[in-house]
């Protein structure tokens, strides 16, 4: 099968992936820059990292290739396309078999070409079991195993130390039980190209029970919107623990302001909505430069909402430690002030209510009770933040205002694009905030 031939398939199925950057958009050029033999025979599994250009960008792409001579039934979703010498071509990360090549090989500590497969020191792991893919993930893939392991293929690779196998690491061999504890990595030079950790097969994503408790009779979900605040505080701690802290001086106050001005006029020239918002956000974002407060900085989550929260026997475990995928690494490990994560949490609670008075326009008990259960789960998750030992989120009203705005502003860019419906969402959370409030 000739590169061409493959980059052609690869060109017309990239852009139908969820976690394809390019929004749709058409590929110009596909460069296979790498192409590893990971299992002979039919079917077969070959390890790619193609460059995809679209317009003037170009983005790296990690692939996992299943080739044989007839693809099951079950595998049908998988298809790629049909190679020249007869076999399909389809993605091999669906493929319970050829999913265990990457479990067998970083059981055995294998090395393949330019990739190699490590295990967390003492880690013992059990190359026998069954696997399956997870539904699709916006910039990645999850692979579960037996009940024990879920592996994250990264199908965007960056070069450099990865944030999600960097902190898990860091934080459990402390002895923290807010992460989910990385049980081995592949890898080609400094890129990480899966990460292997533990599974909590019992687990249910704070997403979900927030949308359940919505329609429970009582519709409350404070006390555990208190007990994620004193879990986000701890995890906090330990970072500081972990990679220490500093203070952001009065010119990375001036800096800041700068940054989210002018991702305020590039979001405005995408999002023709916002502009009835400027003078409002861009005056609550000159108020930082007046802060008389030093604004800590430290490494951070990233990308916080409930989606990254698991509910389990033994309480929340924190997950998915990337931060923004299209992001670059370095920024994404760069200190940055911890209330972040806190306007992404609470953003998140506005999202789980509006979006199911979103989906259910008949509801009208639902419509009455979502502002209410919004205000009280925002209240008891900056309490326990509080409580636990962080400076209270309430107490840092400018910055926390700030950090909302940008973060309602990238949601509306993002909505724009993909979830037009939804914008009404991150437009409600910019007027609330610009009218003096933090919800």
């Not at 960008?57 to 044989?68: A, E, K, M």
């Not at 029970?209 to 995890?235: C, K, M, V, Y």
């Not at 990337?322 to 998140?348: Q, Y």
Request: proline share 7%; with cysteine.
């Amino acid at each position: 099968m000739g590169n061409g031939s493959l980059g052609e398939m690869l060109a017309a199925w990239l852009p139908t992936r969820r976690w394809f950057a390019g929004s749709g958009a058409t590929v110009r050029e596909i460069v296979i820059r790498s192409d590893v033999r990971l299992a002979d025979g039919d079917p077969e599994l070959r390890h790619l990292l193609a460059d995809a250009s679209v317009g003037d960008h170009t983005v790296s792409y990690q692939i996992l290739l299943g080739l044989t001579a007839q693809l099951p039934p079950e595998l049908e979703p998988a298809r790629i396309g049909a190679c020249a010498d007869g076999r399909v071509a389809y993605d091999g990360t669906m493929d319970p078999d050829l999913a265990l090549v990457l479990l067998q090989g970083i059981a055995a500590g294998r090395s393949a070409g330019p990739l190699t497969f490590a295990s967390e020191p003492g880690t013992v792991i059990d190359a026998a079991l069954t696997a399956r893919a997870l539904p699709p993930l916006q910039s990645n893939t999850a692979i579960v195993f037996g009940d024990r392991a879920i592996m994250k293929v990264l199908r965007r690779p960056f070069e450099g130390r990865h944030p999600d196998l960097e902190i898990p690491a860091a934080l459990a061999s402390a002895g923290s039980r807010l992460v989910a504890a990385p049980l081995g990595w592949i890898e080609t030079g400094d890129t990480i190209l899966a990460i292997l950790s533990r599974f909590y097969p019992h687990a249910t994503d704070a997403w979900k029970l927030a949308i359940a408790s919505l329609h429970a009779p009582e519709a409350d979900f404070a006390a555990q919107a208190n007990s994620l605040g004193q879990a986000t505080a701890r995890l906090h701690a330990e970072l500081t623990s972990a990679f220490g802290a500093s203070t952001l001086p009065a010119p990375g106050l001036d800096e800041l302001t700068a940054n989210l001005t002018a991702e305020f006029n590039a979001a405005a020239k995408i999002v023709t909505e916002l502009a009835s918002y400027r003078d409002a956000v861009l005056a609550s974002y000159a108020e930082l430069g007046r802060l008389g407060t030093p604004v800590q900085i430290q490494r951070i989550h990233g990308d916080y909402h409930l989606e990254q929260v698991l509910g389990t026997e033994d309480g929340w475990v924190i997950l998915d430690f990337e931060g923004e995928p299209s992001v670059p690494l370095a920024r994404r490990r760069a200190f940055a002030p911890p209330l972040r994560d806190v306007a992404g949490m609470l953003r998140s609670f506005d999202y789980a209510a509006r979006h199911q008075v979103l989906e259910h326009p008949e509801d009208d008990r639902l419509r009455s009770i979502a502002p209410g259960w919004v205000a009280r789960c925002q209240d008891a998750f900056n309490a326990g933040y509080g409580q636990a030992g962080g400076i209270d989120p309430r107490e840092n009203a400018v910055l926390l205002r700030a950090l909302i705005l940008q973060k309602a502003v990238y949601e509306a860019v993002y909505e724009a694009r993909h979830r037009p419906r939804w914008l009404p969402i991150p437009l409600h959370a910019i007027a609330s905030a610009v009218d003096g409030g933090t919800r």
